[in-house]
């Protein structure tokens, strides 16, 4: 499976500012999802990012809070804006692999959020 | 869209017994269905996955069944150890062809194995 690193690893913020966060992998994927976890809860997806096209987001995200880039097949960022203590989670980008098993998705070590 | 209901939401087992944790799927073009185990402050781990051409599918103490009529699937372990205790979830999605879509995940079990 494909080595997929995430920055920061966590971060403190204050309300009303954003942080943006990075998802790296170390090979060429063309599929690549951000999920939100919230304490004790399960996984959420925030959106789909594919290169070379707009990212698509799933009910209730949207790109004034959530916007995300994927410049490269093996780089993508998801920003969040504006935060309120609300938004203080675990954010996982994901990956599908290239090739055969194309729905199989691997996570990243995830950026834990907290916003006092 | 799709929603997946997950049973139980706590499971407590004996070591050496085994585990069973069910879900359900709303959406019937869904055909990918993968487990994955979280540890405590660690990322999900794929487990074990099945596409909706199978009924069945095992690895050593895993095995996940799908019945596609029902909309069910379940995650067997057998002969649990004191480090399966984890948060199984279990997800579906639908790939058709152009890409995976994204995985929809149902609500976790947390699996405590009892010395």
């Known amino acids: 499976s494909a080595v997929i690193s995430q920055k920061p690893s966590r971060d403190i913020c204050q309300r009303g500012t954003s942080l943006t966060i990075q998802c790296q992998v170390d090979?060429?994927?063309?599929?690549m999802f951000w999920y939100r976890q919230q304490p004790g809860q399960s996984l959420t997806l925030i959106a789909t990012?594919?290169?070379?096209?707009?990212?698509?987001?799933e009910s209730g995200f949207v790109i004034d809070k959530f916007p995300i880039s994927r410049p490269n097949l093996t780089f993508s960022t998801l920003t969040v804006s504006n935060m309120s203590p609300e938004d203080s989670s675990i954010y996982l980008c994901?990956?599908?692999?290239?090739?055969?098993?194309?729905?199989?998705?691997?996570f990243g070590p995830g950026t834990r959020l907290t916003v006092l | 869209g799709e929603n997946v209901e997950q049973h139980p939401s706590t499971l407590s087992v004996q070591e050496g017994d085994s585990a069973v944790i069910k879900c359900t799927y709303s959406d019937s073009a869904s055909n990918y269905f993968p487990w994955y185990k979280q540890e405590l402050g660690k990322r999900p781990q794929l487990i074990i996955d099945i596409r909706s051409n199978v009924g069945e599918k095992k690895d050593q103490r895993i095995a996940v069944t799908l019945n596609k009529t029902a909309k069910h699937f379940s995650l067997h372990i057998t002969e649990t150890q004191p480090e399966d205790s984890a948060v199984y979830f279990c997800?579906?999605?639908?790939?058709?062809?152009?890409?995976?879509?994204?995985?929809?995940f149902g609500k976790g079990t947390h699996l405590i194995i009892q010395p």
């Open positions: 994901s990956v599908g692999r290239d090739g055969a098993s194309t729905d199989t998705q691997y």
């Open positions: 997800a579906a999605s639908m790939y058709s062809g152009g890409g995976a879509d994204g995985l929809t």
């Open positions: 090979s060429q994927v063309t599929m």
């Open positions: 990012a594919n290169q070379g096209s707009e990212a698509t987001y």
